[in-house]
């Protein structure tokens, strides 16, 4: 097994080639930017900011997580991952 982690590691050039793909949200932008702020310190707020705009075009574009066949929801300390047996959100089964 391989695991490749990232930003574009879902993009829809490499899709074809992958067995699954896994989507970890979280979806409050603000939280997000703060623990990254938190992490890396405050001078990186700037781009960091720019970087979650530019995130969401790319995605926006790209459907990443429309692809997904495994989800990962995050929301303060209570994780949710989506079962093997149930559909991901673009209506194909999961494999896994």
């Not at 829809?12 to 703060?34: G, H, M, Q, T």
């Amino acid at each position: 097994m391989l695991v490749i982690e990232g930003f574009s590691s879902g993009r829809a050039r490499i899709r074809p080639r992958l067995s699954a793909l896994c989507w970890v949200a979280d979806p409050d932008p603000v939280s997000r930017l703060e623990r990254a702020v938190a992490r890396d310190g405050e001078d990186t707020r700037p781009h960091l900011t720019a970087w979650q705009r530019f995130e969401r075009g790319w995605y926006a574009v790209d459907l990443t997580g429309a692809h997904a066949t495994q989800r990962v929801a995050t929301a303060d300390i209570t994780t949710r991952v989506t079962r093997s047996d149930q559909k991901s959100p673009s209506g194909r089964r999961n494999r896994y």
